[in-house]
């Protein structure tokens, strides 16, 4: 297993404020990794560091076989390299369809005049109801995306993050808002994933992690405290003190 | 073509304009009953160009989110483009009458003279400015129509874009565009004859023998065929998925980097296309208006394009049209002296001092009590017909 994303010696201050501090990160392909950590622990700052929304202050970030530093690549040659992301809130583009949301994530040619000729193949037609099946959102095709639950936008992302076929997919806090079952519905999605990809899951719920069954990374004020299996990082001391009060 | 078939509004948008276009002909002094005068035909023709200029504006901040407040600038570019060619051809034919008296024929150097110092003896010059090299060809003028406001918007947008300026700070960044444009024009040495701008810009070169009733007519219906291509040519963009990452760049425009696309190009690509759309509206617009004057694309002109898609709704590319229609066409009724003053004992309203108020007061409307504008209007009665 080579490394696909490397992450090392990481910082980055907000305004005196050390967010991300000497923060090291490895994960291969296939690989399925969760990462916890209490709020404000710099889960999401991490993801914003790989996506290139956030430059850090020093470190360095390297990309697949050739170890191609992202930190001069802009977002969008980021993503285009065959990075996904969810955010921790929701974002789909409320004031379109379902289908559109999933068209314009779809894997395929991100220019403009590309964009201007491109029409929707037999394929493309197929790809989106496939995805649309596996989000449960078959019958929502063509309903505005801004009146979705806030669960079945969470799901859309989700399918948008699949019609852009990533080689790593950054999933933050893909449960919250959802039922029991749409939560088991999820950890079954990112395992299928994860047999293929690389997945980076941020998460909250332990009973979800647990699930996941997958290598444990546990943030705290911007570091790796500890990384494992899930069994060994909860049997660590600091981890407990971090999550059961200080 | 698939975008008749699929789009509704395009159908009846289309329909419309047709109908309007055979109805002021019909009414036209030139081919009609004359009910429509000269003037009138082309506050008309002027109208259409103006929602033609209204059309790009909502491409550019009603689909991709971009509040540009100097899209009147292109469009004055376009009406100095074709301005100096029809000043050039123009004074060269009446040189050339003047001189044909003369027992020796004047050389073409004496005929470039003395048209140059026709031009622009007004302030105090007499040989061509370098910007006018290209208005002796109407060709090369018009290729100069696209270019010029095609090339400013390029490089604007491209050191705006790039550097990531958005929002308000790019509002403030075009308003300096156009107010420094209009600051030049106004110098004297600038080449374009300072605040006398061009005139004379009705009189069609080659075309003397031939009536403002039918040269009003004509541009009538260049300006609604302008404006017709334009709207399907526009509802063809947006319906595709270039139209659906536009929207989303207006939404949220880090969600689309995020999904590999550059917002760079796409903004770049909708400011310049709308700023050529403004120039050839200009060009079309200004023979009608006769004058081109650098007061036209001052700040403030920019700001009025912007409230009139506001007042039409933006996003939907009818609402553009009306808006620019209804509210150019009162401004014109308003502030042309055709609105009956109103005596209130020792107070009068007056309307062309008025106007400005009213119009303030009916953007305040507007956007309290029809957010989607008069555009959504529409929409409101249409659902209602089909329920
Ligand atoms: N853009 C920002 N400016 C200032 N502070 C920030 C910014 N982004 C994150 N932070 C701070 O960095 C810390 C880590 O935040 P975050 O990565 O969102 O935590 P988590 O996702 O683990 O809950 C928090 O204290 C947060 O307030
Ligand atoms: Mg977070």
């Known amino acids: 297993m080579s490394s696909l994303l490397e992450v090392q010696g990481v910082s980055v201050t907000f305004d005196g404020f050390r967010a991300i501090n000497n923060l090291s990160f490895q994960i291969g392909m296939p690989e399925m990794r969760a990462v916890i950590g209490p709020n404000g622990a710099g889960k999401t700052t991490f993801m914003d560091i790989v996506t290139g929304k956030t430059r850090p202050d020093t470190g360095s970030v390297r990309w697949g076989d050739l170890g191609h530093s992202l930190l001069s690549m802009s977002?969008?040659?980021?993503?285009?390299?065959?990075?996904g992301r969810k955010f921790q809130r929701p974002t789909v583009f409320e004031d379109q369809s379902v289908q559109d949301n999933l068209r314009v994530a779809l894997k395929k040619p991100r220019g403009p005049i590309a964009a201007i000729l491109d029409r929707?193949?037999?394929?493309?037609?197929?790809?989106?109801?496939?995805?649309?099946?596996?989000i449960g959102l078959a019958d929502h095709l063509s309903t505005r995306a801004g009146i979705l639950s806030h669960g079945q936008k969470q799901?859309?992302?989700?399918?948008?993050?699949?019609a852009q076929d990533p080689k790593l997919l950054l999933v933050d806090e893909p449960a919250a808002g959802m039922t029991t079952e749409e939560r088991e519905h999820t950890t079954a999605l990112l395992k299928r994933l994860a047999e293929t990809h690389a997945v980076?899951?941020?998460?909250?719920?332990?009973?979800?992690?647990?699930?996941?069954d997958c290598?444990?990374?546990?943030?705290?004020?911007?570091?790796?405290?500890?990384?494992?299996?899930l069994e060994h990082v909860m049997a660590d001391g600091r981890v407990v003190d971090v999550y059961l009060g200080r | 073509m698939s975008i008749f078939t699929q789009n509704r509004s395009v159908r009846i948008f289309i329909g419309i304009l047709v109908l309007f276009t055979l109805g002021v002909t019909v009414m036209s002094e030139a081919y009609g009953t004359?009910?429509?005068?000269?003037s009138f035909t082309k506050v008309l023709g002027m109208t259409l160009c103006l929602c033609l200029a209204a059309l790009a504006m909502d491409l550019v901040w009603g689909y991709c989110g971009i509040l540009s407040l100097g899209h009147f600038a292109f469009f004055g570019l376009g009406g100095y483009g074709i301005g100096m060619w029809l000043m050039t051809a123009r004074t060269e034919a009446v040189v050339r009458a003047n001189l044909a008296g003369g027992?020796?024929?004047?050389?073409?150097?004496?005929?470039?003279?003395?048209?140059?110092?026709?031009?622009?003896?007004?302030?105090g010059a007499e040989d061509w400015p370098w910007m006018w090299a290209a208005?002796?060809?109407?060709?090369?003028?018009?290729?100069?129509?696209?270019?010029?406001?095609?090339?400013?918007?390029?490089?604007?947008?491209?050191?705006?874009f790039r550097s990531r300026v958005t929002g308000v700070y790019l509002s403030i960044l075009t308003q300096a565009m156009t107010l420094a444009l209009s600051l030049y024009l106004f110098q004297n040495d600038t080449g374009l004859r300072g605040n006398n701008g061009l005139s004379g810009l009705q009189n069609i070169p080659g075309a003397e023998a031939i009536g403002q009733d039918r040269i009003s007519i004509w541009f009538f219906w260049a300006s609604a065929v302008a404006l017709g291509l334009a709207y399907v040519a526009a509802a063809w963009l947006i319906s595709s998925k270039f139209g659906n990452i536009i929207r989303g760049i207006r939404d949220d425009e880090q969600r689309v980097r995020f999904l590999g696309y550059r917002v760079e190009s796409y903004k770049l690509f909708v400011f310049t296309l709308t700023g050529i759309l403004c120039g050839i509206a200009g060009a079309l617009y200004y023979p009608q208006a006769g004058i081109i004057n650098p007061d036209e694309i001052a700040p403030i002109a920019s700001i009025y394009l912007a409230v009139w898609v506001a007042i039409g709704g933006r996003g939907r590319l009818y609402g553009a049209v009306i808006g620019a229609a209804v509210v150019s066409l009162l401004s014109t009724y308003f502030t042309g002296g055709r609105a009956p003053d109103i005596a209130l004992g020792a107070f009068r309203i007056e309307w062309v001092d008025w106007w400005p108020v009213l119009l303030g007061l009916g953007f305040v409307l507007v956007t309290l009590f029809a957010p989607k504008g008069l555009g959504g209007l529409v929409d409101y009665v249409v659902r209602k017909d089909r329920a």
């Open chain 1, 75 to 83: 977002e969008a040659q980021i993503a285009q390299a065959g990075i």
């Open chain 1, 120 to 134: 929707t193949t037999d394929t493309d037609r197929a790809r989106i109801s496939e995805i649309a099946g596996e």
């Open chain 1, 155 to 162: 799901w859309l992302e989700i399918g948008m993050l699949l």
């Open chain 1, 200 to 212: 980076v899951v941020v998460e909250h719920d332990m009973e979800f992690v647990r699930r996941l």
């Open chain 1, 215 to 229: 290598r444990v990374t546990v943030l705290h004020e911007g570091a790796v405290l500890a990384e494992g299996s």
């Open chain 2, 34 to 38: 004359g009910a429509i005068s000269v």
């Open chain 2, 103 to 123: 027992v020796i024929p004047p050389t073409e150097a004496e005929v470039s003279q003395a048209t140059a110092l026709q031009i622009f003896s007004v302030v």
């Open chain 2, 135 to 160: 208005s002796d060809s109407l060709f090369l003028s018009l290729v100069l129509i696209v270019a010029v406001p095609g090339l400013l918007a390029l490089v604007f947008g491209w050191l705006a």
